[in-house]
């Protein structure tokens, strides 16, 4: 069974930064293209960034400067930097991942459970 658990959402004052972590774990042979989305109360759940297992990376134009993503595939584990975090910012954020799983020629895509962000005064 494949699980993808983020972690580091919390309460931030505007200005401020978060470190979130998206660590998979589980019977995975490869992880291709990691991305991060997230969802505003009342809003459609958008790509914040992605980053493929070459290390190429994109982000939406709302978080180009403040937001970067890195990931550690020995450790199977993505990671979104925030910075100059602003009340828009606030929402749930998910991981997700294209990966395959070991014995399967398959790929699948996995969301994890999310992590709240909340950015406020």
């Known amino acids: 069974q494949v699980q993808l658990v983020e972690s580091g959402g919390g309460l931030v004052q505007p200005g401020g930064s978060l470190r979130l972590s998206c660590a998979a774990s589980?019977?995975?042979?490869?992880?291709?293209?990691i991305s991060w989305y997230r969802q505003a109360p009342g809003k459609q759940r958008e790509l914040v960034a992605a980053i493929t297992n070459g290390g190429s990376t994109n982000s939406a134009d709302s978080v180009k400067g403040r937001f970067t993503i890195s990931r550690d595939n020995a450790k199977n584990t993505v990671y979104l930097q925030m910075n100059s975090l602003k009340p828009e910012d606030t929402a749930v954020y998910y991981c997700?991942?294209?990966?395959?799983?070991?014995?399967?020629?398959?790929?699948?895509?996995?969301w994890g459970q999310g992590t709240q962000v909340t950015v406020s005064s």
């Open positions: 997700n991942a294209d990966l395959r799983i070991r014995g399967s020629i398959k790929t699948y895509n996995y």
């Open positions: 589980g019977s995975i042979s490869s992880i291709y293209t």
